[in-house]
């Protein structure tokens, strides 16, 4: 068994043919080619088909609730950012419910990567309307179908600042590995937006409606180019996929907090001197 | 006999009221016992306010509604205070501030004095805090070498030139007031500084949580608890301590748990409205066994209620906090030393038994200032229980005892994996009933080992009573002054510190009372409905108060007399 891996016979809760296996495929082949020890990896998810993923792969998780997987990624990170840390969810858990999580973590470039399952469908709540589903989607809520305009996750992202902005389709189980692991390496705050269909309930958005409706970036897409990423993350006809924008260098939470001004050891590491609080007393 | 006397002043936010009550707390806590507690309007310039200044002979921790003397520092001050005041009562201020047809009334002194004036000729207006401040400690003869040292230490990183104006502004109210002899019917207690620190219960519980080991506060600003993540703040870099103002309370509690799970000690401090949204998260901290402290600070609700004023209304918000069964601990201070000693114990506590610990304060006791006895911190809480894992560690490992030995990721060979779904040892999500059944049970154990750790009560008075006057957090104070002060024999006075869980030997103290007082600031009687929920206890008679204030030591002596023989 390789790291990362679990043990056989894994009774995985997604129904046979959902774009997730493919998913998990490529974060464990990812983890795998960055040599990165389990121990360090900790997942931080929420609530919902795509949420369960850390529970099968060998890694630390911290599976907490719908929606709010970021502030707990961000916060791990931020006690101590020798970790790798990872959130992930669906479009509904990270855009809808966790939609203001979304916003101010962005904002804040933590050093974390977010992988959103983006199945324009609510899952486990068995085929709802997510902040993503297309115009005219029907449901047995929405009767008339989305009346809605759907979220666009890509341009947010890079309006409020993002670092690392892609996305890709769950059917490219080499791209969605090389994307997350360029993910995991940018120093920064790495939205990963994954197009996958869910077989069972959303029967618009199939693996030949993603294979149509999407394109691969090319050499001539510029990804340090602000405007030109925007522009892309714009497209709906046909949704570009790959990298869209990537700016290094700048700093993360971590990075500006007061308490790692001047001493870089992990929060978690330090020890709290007593008799300097006693001399608060004493003063 | 303990003596005292009530000083208040009276203006608009924004005059430097704050800055007067913090000089002469500073200056008189060297020779008397002081207490201080304010009274603000919800709104950043304008309105009244009104900060009371209490000095005796002996301890005091209580709000006194009768005013001695009465600090006049715009024309509408009087307005709010005409109640308080009697023959006896002192009033300051500019003439105009005061109509004529009151004062005939009134019968008492007015002392007519044009502050905004000596201000003015002193440098502008600006230094009306540091005039009046002058004028009170001439009043009340107090030192002014010490008074101008603290002028000059307060002041001296503005430059030599606003030290020396202030200088002059302070001689120039001294003078006056030194004029008016008024002296106290006490005299000085003597160098109370040497053993005594000033600070407020915000200080108080911030240096508990310091002493707590507490390296994380995130939170979402509300009053009254913002005051905490502003002192943390202040001490971040000296301490280490990572501070966030998380977008919600939502983020808020949600990073406080990323913060433990990873291996820190985080805090949120919060008040009623932000703890409701806190309640989900709470009920994760609960299933993860993931420990975190929240702070807490109530004020009157519902919803928004009084933004700035006071009450015990949040009790039972805490004990039922969040969905669903799992143990979790709240703890109240009464004294500042309790907020000291409990802050840090909160995160012993929540560390040792993987729980949720609230602490929980108000606006009175947040805000007021008195005097603690100095003391050092027990090294016994400082003591982290998370362990090196093994290679087969086991997050919720059974047939160990309610409490599995907590991991942290990165720290040992093992994986770290917690759940909020219903799961098994490794902290994988199972539907499987026996295990959901033993789960549980596992954590609804915790209780009966946190009662192991209770932090105890505290029994007063008449150690033979028959008679028992119990009460919670800010009302400490001015229960045990009414008590001291008031003739009620057989009298005892019972103070909870720890609120959840109740530990079952309570019922010792009731058996012994023929007579059972519950004294609350919040209008259902919060604390008498959990002694009977949690230990049967029937109580004889309530004494509520929830009009936003702090209950007054008359008015609760009053009460007192009404249902204590
Ligand atoms: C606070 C809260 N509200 C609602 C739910 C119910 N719920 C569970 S999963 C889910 C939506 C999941 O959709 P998505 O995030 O798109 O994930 P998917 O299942 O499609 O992978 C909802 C609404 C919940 N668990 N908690
Ligand atoms: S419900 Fe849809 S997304 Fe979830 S596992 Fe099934 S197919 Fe996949």
């Known amino acids: 068994m390789k790291n990362f891996e679990m043990k056989e016979g894994l009774d995985l809760a997604w129904c046979p043919g959902c774009g997730n296996f493919n998913i998990r495929d490529s974060i464990i082949q990812a983890l795998q080619e960055l040599e990165l020890k389990p121990q360090n990896v900790v997942f931080s998810s929420g609530i919902g088909q795509a949420a369960k993923m850390p529970q099968y792969i060998g890694a630390n998780y911290f599976n907490g609730l719908h929606g709010r997987a970021m502030p707990v990624a961000v916060a791990i990170k931020g006690a101590n950012p020798e970790l790798t840390v990872i959130a992930e969810g669906g479009d509904g858990d990270m855009y809808g419910e966790g939609g203001n999580h979304f916003i101010h973590n962005v904002r804040r470039n933590p050093d974390i990567t977010h992988l959103v399952h983006n199945n324009m469908v609510y899952g486990l709540t068995k085929g709802q309307a997510s902040p993503t589903s297309r115009k005219d989607f029907k449901t047995g809520v929405q009767i008339n179908g989305v009346v809605n305009e759907p979220m666009n996750p890509l341009a947010l992202a890079l309006v409020l600042g993002a670092t690392f902005v892609a996305r890709v389709f769950s059917g490219d189980k080499e791209q969605v590995k090389d994307v997350i692991k360029a993910a995991i390496e940018h120093k920064g705050y790495a939205l990963v937006d994954i197009f996958h269909p869910c077989v069972s309930f959303n029967k618009v958005n199939t693996y030949r409606w993603y294979k149509e409706h999407t394109y691969p970036l090319d050499g001539s897409h510029d990804p340090t180019d602000w405007n030109m990423a925007m522009a892309a993350a714009m497209e709906s006809d046909k949704f570009p996929l790959g990298v869209l924008y990537k700016k290094e260098g700048l700093a993360t939470f971590a990075d500006l907090q007061p308490v790692y001004e001047e001493d870089k050891t992990a929060i978690v590491r330090r020890k709290r001197d007593l008799s300097q609080v006693n001399q608060l007393i004493m003063e | ?565």
Request: overall charge negative.
């Open chain 2, 1 to 565: 006999m303990n003596q005292s006397i009530t000083l208040v002043f009276s203006g608009e936010a924004g005059q430097g009221i704050q800055t007067i009550e913090d000089f002469l707390m500073t200056v008189l806590s060297k020779d008397y016992f002081v207490f201080s507690c304010s009274d603000v309007m919800s709104r950043v310039r304008g309105g009244n306010n009104t900060t009371e200044i209490r000095i005796s002979n002996g301890e005091v921790s209580a709000y006194k509604e009768a005013i001695d003397v009465l600090f006049l520092l715009n024309d509408h001050s009087l307005e709010r205070l005409k109640s308080r005041i009697h023959k006896g009562t002192i009033l300051v201020g500019r003439e105009d501030y005061v109509d004529d047809a009151f004062l005939d009334a009134f019968g008492g002194t007015f002392l007519k004095y044009d502050f905004e004036k000596m201000a003015k000729e002193a440098g502008g207006k600006l230094f009306l805090n540091t005039v009046i401040f002058g004028f009170t400690t001439g009043m009340l003869n107090v030192d002014d070498g010490t008074c101008k040292e603290l002028i000059e230490e307060r002041f001296s990183s503005k430059g030599d030139k606003i030290v020396q104006d202030n200088f002059q502004a302070f001689d120039m109210g001294y003078k006056e007031g030194k004029d008016y002899d008024f002296s106290l019917s006490f005299s000085q207690v003597g160098r109370l500084d040497e053993t005594m620190k000033v600070l407020n219960g915000t200080q108080a519980v911030g240096i508990g949580f310091l002493g707590g080991g507490c390296n994380a506060v995130c939170s979402y600003p509300m009053s009254p608890s913002t005051g905490v993540l502003i002192y943390l703040a202040g001490k971040s870099k000296d301490f280490g301590v990572l501070v966030e103002q998380a977008e919600d309370e939502i983020a808020a509690l949600n990073m406080v748990l990323g913060i433990w799970y990873a291996g820190g000690r985080g805090l949120a401090t919060t008040s009623g409205g932000g703890f409701s949204l806190m309640e989900e998260a709470m009920s994760l901290s609960g299933m993860t066994e993931t420990p975190c402290v929240v702070h807490l600070a109530q004020r009157p609700g519902p919803a928004t209620g009084l933004p700035t004023r006071t009450e015990q209304g949040d009790l039972l918000q805490a004990v039922f906090a969040g969905h669903g069964d799992y143990p979790k601990i709240i703890l109240a201070p009464g004294t500042l030393r309790d907020g000291v000693e409990l802050g840090q114990r909160a995160f012993y506590l929540a560390d040792k038994y993987q729980v949720p610990v609230v602490v929980l304060t108000d606006q009175f006791y947040l805000e007021s200032i008195g005097l603690m006895e100095r003391f050092e911190l027990d090294e016994k809480y400082t003591e982290t229980f998370i362990i090196e894992t093994k290679e087969d560690y086991l997050r919720y490992r059974l047939g160990e005892g309610p409490i599995s030995e907590r991991g942290i990721p990165g720290y040992g060979k093992g994986l770290v994996k917690v759940d909020s779904d219903e799961h098994d040892e490794e902290g994988t999500i199972t539907e499987d009933f026996g295990v959901r059944v033993k789960m549980h049970e596992k954590r609804l154990a915790k209780k009966e080992e946190i009662l192991k750790d209770y932090v105890l009560e505290e029994l007063q008075g008449d150690m033979d009573y028959d008679q028992l006057v119990v009460g919670w957090g800010s009302t400490y104070g001015v229960v045990k002054e009414c008590l001291e002060t008031g003739n009620y024999p057989k009298t005892g006075f019972l103070s909870l510190k720890q609120l959840y869980p109740l530990r079952k030997d309570l019922v010792e103290y009731f058996r012994k009372a023929k007579n059972v007082v519950v004294v609350e600031n919040n209008s259902n009687g919060q604390l008498a409905k959990l002694l009977q929920m949690e230990l049967g206890i029937k109580v004889d008679h309530q004494v509520l108060q929830y009009d936003g204030a702090p209950f007054a030591v008359e008015n609760l002596k009053a009460r007192l007399e009404e249902v204590l023989r």
